[in-house]
């Protein structure tokens, strides 16, 4: 069993930063890739962005490229997403998952959230 702990979520306003964690613990952990996602108040959940453990190859959503970076510490078992430029319609509740083997393209571990706040 994996578990996904996220932290670093709060409050900022426009144009600042913020930087998510997304710590892995559990059984040895072996991911294939791992990607944030995030919801807003009254929309679906969306894609942010993910990476491949193995090879550090990412991939973005339109709306956060250039802005966002995602990463992560194989020795930490940790990913993380920096967020640059903030906007308010990037407040949303951002979720890590990891898909653990190519094979099965599904996400199959999810952690709890945190909220991130960006006011006007």
């Known amino acids: 069993q994996v578990q996904l702990i996220e932290s670093g979520g709060g409050l900022v306003q426009a144009g600042g930063s913020l930087r998510l964690s997304c710590a892995a613990s559990?059984?040895?952990?072996?991911?294939?890739?791992m990607a944030w996602f995030r919801q807003a108040p009254g929309k679906e959940r969306e894609f942010v962005a993910r990476?491949?453990?193995?090879?550090?190859?990412?991939n973005y959503a339109g709306p956060v490229k250039g802005r966002f970076t995602i990463s992560r510490d194989n020795a930490k078992n940790t990913v993380y997403l920096q967020m640059n430029r903030l906007k308010p319609d990037d407040t949303a509740v951002y979720s890590c998952?990891?898909?653990?083997?190519?094979?099965?393209?599904?996400?199959?571990?999810w952690g709890q959230g945190t909220q991130v706040t960006v006011s006007s």
């Open positions: 990476i491949v453990w193995s090879d550090g190859m990412t």
């Open positions: 998952a990891a898909q653990m083997t190519v094979a099965r393209p599904q996400y199959d571990y």
């Open positions: 559990g059984q040895t952990f072996n991911a294939y890739t």
